[in-house]
């Protein structure tokens, strides 16, 4: 075994790696972005070396850079995570040039596989089943077009060297295939270097269904059951589970019988996913076409190790060190149910746009593990942030993975429910609140699957009140009087408890929510009784303050606990139900107005501007796309707010743009 080893990535899947190699007794070398100086990765191995400024670019994508550390430090072996260098067949060569182990497959795996057009191809031959269309090399956009239409609307352009939803894009009719195309390649080219793209029919209601699998030195291969990734919103993952919901015993041996031949076909070694898409045909059962092959670790590896029991990180490093596979197909057991909720700082309400910003507060469910996820400890996280940390705009959004076992679907999904309940962020947009609506909606809990679920469901998922007003003004109040004891057992003359010798009084906690102030009033009767005021509505209350922002609430009939948490004029409210976050009106200097003005376009999130589709003098309509700006690793397109005409771009392509920058003014 390796005595040492380099980590070339950051975040969660960097903390994860190295938990399992200190469990192992292999020491750790962390390397950081002048963006991640004072990350969670950086103090979880054994010494850590800074390789170069926060831009991917210029660090993360560094393989030079990482090598001469690895070489500078003793490591042994590098391990790429996923994402950056993990699918780079160069690095893994380089790797292996340099007498430095790579913790993946061989470089001419990743090659084969990392073309989706080349393995495409390849499995053509091998005769796994592929969905019809184009994956030749011709990549001319008015070919491509013509591919188009044979293969028949809607279509699917993605990138052929891509993943993670970035680089591709549905396509429902022709005259929107041409602009498509050209945002699919500028999204590939940034991404991953490569703009080549493929082109295949787009499966209406596709469930996303991939195989685990590993291979060794020694040429064994076996597969670790299957994962449903259906549950997506622009074609990245938002929840994953295992075992498949619906799966039959004997189509979960088919595919994973295919998944083993299309990765005995490369010589594989190490850990590998291969994805198929799979469709429902009329008997029920599924019909199952191969996508693409990843070869690496998958984001949501915490599920195949919740029913497997496995530490897929220790076969990785044992299979890299020259060891044979731990347990051969026959020894493998599936037991039990995971889900896997990925936990974004993005904005499920303003198209899931990214977020960037400061976690104030971050609380994870009490007796949380940190390690897998079992009978034994059933809610894992797996993270890469600590309270305080900030959510930076030069990488992806996700702040952790939130990871349940249970014995079946239906406890998993009450432990998953009960435990995003229990996680509390404040200080930026998450979609906490909105996994929470997705794990309780009817498609996901009677497992009517399929990669549209989201848009399905809109109705119920999207544009959701959060908590009812009266407690968040609740919340806001119990606070406010928490404070205002502990201040009076420290001076005694400063109570502001309202008690009057005849009458009774009022006290004003406005606030505002949305876009709209909400008179809120707290009436002390004479009795010593109080009734809390949400507008014409009022209800019987009482608080009393508990440890760690909680309060013990009497409101009307009902009784619950709050959690509170106030950053300056934000209050954020958390009830069993689901969380807002407020605003005390006297502290709001009214900034947003007029900032929605017809005659403004601007940046919805801190980003670099990638393209104008308009001129200064050129008349657009409303709706009309008008720039194009990059965020966390993905293009985002802004429309025309209303008719008019170009009057000035405020802005140059390449520039970078901070969150509410003017992009460009339009004219009458």
């Known amino acids: 075994m390796f005595k040492k080893i380099l980590i070339a990535n950051r975040g969660e899947i960097a903390c994860r790696v190295a938990a399992t190699a200190r469990r192992m007794g292999v020491r750790t070398v ?17 010494e850590a070396v800074r390789i170069g400024g926060p831009s991917p670019r210029d660090s993360y ?19 790429p995570g996923y994402g950056f260098l993990s699918e780079n067949a160069a690095f893994a060569q380089a790797c292996a040039d340099a007498g430095i182990a790579f913790i993946g497959p061989p470089p001419t795996a990743i090659a084969a596989m990392g073309s989706k057009s080349a393995a495409k191809s390849l499995m053509e031959q091998a005769g796994v089943p592929l969905v019809p269309g184009y994956h030749g090399d011709n990549n001319e956009p008015a070919f491509l077009a013509e591919q188009a239409v044979r293969i028949g609307y809607p279509v699917l352009i993605k990138a052929s060297a891509g993943g993670g939803g970035k680089g591709m894009r549905r396509v429902d009719q022709a005259e929107d295939f041409i602009a498509a195309l050209a945002s699919c390649q500028r999204e590939a080219k940034s991404s991953f270097g490569d703009d080549h793209v493929l082109v295949e029919r787009y499966v209406t209601r596709p469930r996303h269904i991939e195989i685990q699998v590993f291979g060794d030195s020694q040429g064994q291969c076996i597969h670790l059951f299957e994962r449903d990734c259906s549950v997506q919103r622009r074609h990245q993952k938002v929840l994953e589970e295992a075992p498949a919901p619906g799966m039959s015993a004997e189509r979960r041996a088919e595919m994973g019988a295919a998944a083993v031949a299309a990765a005995k076909a490369v010589g594989y070694q190490g850990a590998g996913t291969v994805e198929f898409i799979a469709e429902e045909v009329d008997d029920g059962d599924l019909r199952f076409y191969f996508m693409e092959m990843n070869t690496r670790l998958q984001v949501e590896h915490p599920v195949t190790e919740g029913i497997t029991g496995l530490d897929l990180v220790e076969w990785q490093l044992r299979v890299a060190a020259g060891e044979p596979l731990p347990l051969r197909q026959d020894q493998l057991r599936l037991h039990g149910h995971a889900i896997e909720a990925r936990i974004c700082a993005e904005n499920p309400d303003g198209g899931f746009l990214p ?3 400061t976690m104030d507060v971050l609380r994870w469910p009490a007796h949380v593990a940190f390690e897998r996820a079992s009978s034994d400890n059933p809610v894992r996280v797996d993270a890469g942030v600590r309270e305080g940390n900030a959510i930076s705009p030069f990488y992806d959004s996700m702040i952790a993975k939130l990871i349940v076992w249970g014995e079946d679907r239906a406890q998993a999904l009450a432990r998953l429910d009960a435990a995003l309940a229990a996680t509390q962020i404040v200080g930026l947009h998450t979609n906490v609140a909105f996994l929470r609506r997705v794990v309780n909606c009817a498609s996901f809990a009677t497992a009517d699957l ?4 989201i848009e399905r469901e809109r109705a119920v ?5 959060a908590l009812p007003i009266e407690l968040a003004a609740a919340g806001v109040v119990a606070h406010a009087l928490a404070e205002e004891a502990a201040l009076a057992d420290a001076d005694p003359w400063s109570h502001r408890h309202g008690w009057r010798l005849h009458g009774g009084a009022r006290r004003h906690f406005d606030i505002e929510h949305g876009g709209t102030l909400h008179a809120v009033a707290l009436a002390r009767l004479h009795d010593g009784a109080c009734l809390l005021q949400v507008g014409s509505q009022s209800w019987p209350f009482q608080a009393r303050a508990m440890a760690g922002g909680v309060h013990d609430i009497h409101l009307g009939e009902r009784r619950l606990r709050l959690t509170v948490h106030v950053q300056g004029e934000r209050v954020a409210v958390f009830a069993p139900e689901g969380s807002i976050v407020v605003h005390d009106i006297d502290a709001i ?14 940046a919805p999130m801190p980003g670099k501007v990638i393209a104008f589709l308009a001129k200064a003098g050129d008349k657009v309509r409303r709706g009309q796309a008008l720039a194009v ?9 802004l429309n025309a707010p209303r008719d008019g005409v170009v009057a000035e771009l405020l802005y140059a392509v390449g520039d970078q743009v901070g969150e509410g920058g003017e992009l460009l003014r339009l004219a009458d």
């Open 30 to 46: 962390a390397v950081y972005s002048d963006a991640d100086a004072n990350a969670q990765h950086v103090q979880a191995c054994d």
């Open 61 to 79: 994508l560094r393989a030079d850079r990482i090598l001469e550390v690895a070489k500078a430090t003793g490591a042994q072996a590098v391990h």
């Open 355 to 357: 977020a960037t910003g």
């Open 450 to 453: 399929d990669t549209s679920l």
């Open 461 to 465: 998922l999207l544009d959701q009140p």
């Open 589 to 602: 200097a009214h900034a947003g107005e007029g900032a929605g003005e017809g005659g403004r376009l601007t």
């Open 629 to 637: 700006m990059e965020a966390m690793k993905m293009e985002h397109t």
